[in-house]
């Protein structure tokens, strides 16, 4: 099941316009704003598929019934770009336990790429909603496999997967190889470079955020 939020008129498709400004996008700290305000979007749209039961308030003038959440995700993501999108939901689940993925692109000479993956900080997964996000699915490999080294051996709730701009070929690998996973995306792009980059995309979210690496 995928998500697209482009497919409804919402402010969630402002901030995704400002990501893939250029111009906009030499502000890094208005950069992960951005990238932290689409993370609390999408925190309230998949809150909405979330368990919830009635609880008894008192307030000063009485008692009012209110709506709380029955339990708590785990949200999880990808070191170093993904933290601003986590940061947002976060900001909106914020009793949430975290889980943190270091992985990253390792190239070849014949210019293609494998995914490194070095380490895992997660607490217990059983029967709990986990949320993964990263910013760009691209190929969709990375997201697979972290997604999969991080619940292996767990018998979790639900799985969100969470990507401010999508592939449609990432998608479709995401699809395949989890397909129980719900995808929540910002946009979605057709097309892709040689080395796997989202076209228009917004180029590398890392760096934008966080600075050029060496």
Not at 30 to 55: P, Q, T, V, W, Y
Not at 123 to 146: E, F, N, Q, W
Not at 186 to 206: C, F, R
Request: aromatic share 8%; with cysteine; net charge neutral.
């Amino acid at each position: 099941m995928v998500f697209n939020l482009s497919k409804t008129r919402s402010v969630a498709n402002v901030f995704v316009s400002e990501l893939r400004d250029n111009v906009i996008q030499q502000d890094s700290m208005r950069f992960r704003r951005n990238m932290e305000r689409l993370g609390e979007f999408f925190a309230f749209e998949i809150s909405k598929e979330m368990g919830f039961s009635d609880a008894h308030v008192q307030t000063p003038l009485g008692t009012a019934t209110c709506q709380r959440l029955m339990a708590q995700p785990v949200l999880a993501t990808i070191l170093r770009a993904g933290l601003p999108l986590h940061q947002g939901l976060l900001n909106i689940f914020d009793r949430a336990d975290s889980a943190f993925v270091s992985a990253y692109r390792k190239n070849n000479k014949s210019g293609g790429f494998v995914i490194k993956l070095e380490h895992i900080s997660s607490p217990d997964l059983t029967s709990r909603t986990v949320i993964m996000a990263d910013p760009m699915l691209a190929t969709g490999m990375s997201m697979v496999l972290c997604c999969k080294e991080l619940i292996a051996g767990q018998k979790i709730g639900e799985l969100h997967v969470v990507s401010a701009i999508a592939s449609t070929e990432g998608i479709a690998y995401v699809r395949a190889h989890l397909p129980k996973a719900k995808i929540w995306v910002g946009a979605i792009d057709d097309e892709m470079t040689s080395k796997a980059y989202i076209v228009p995309g917004l180029g590398d979210a890392g760096d934008l955020a966080f600075g050029t690496k060496i």
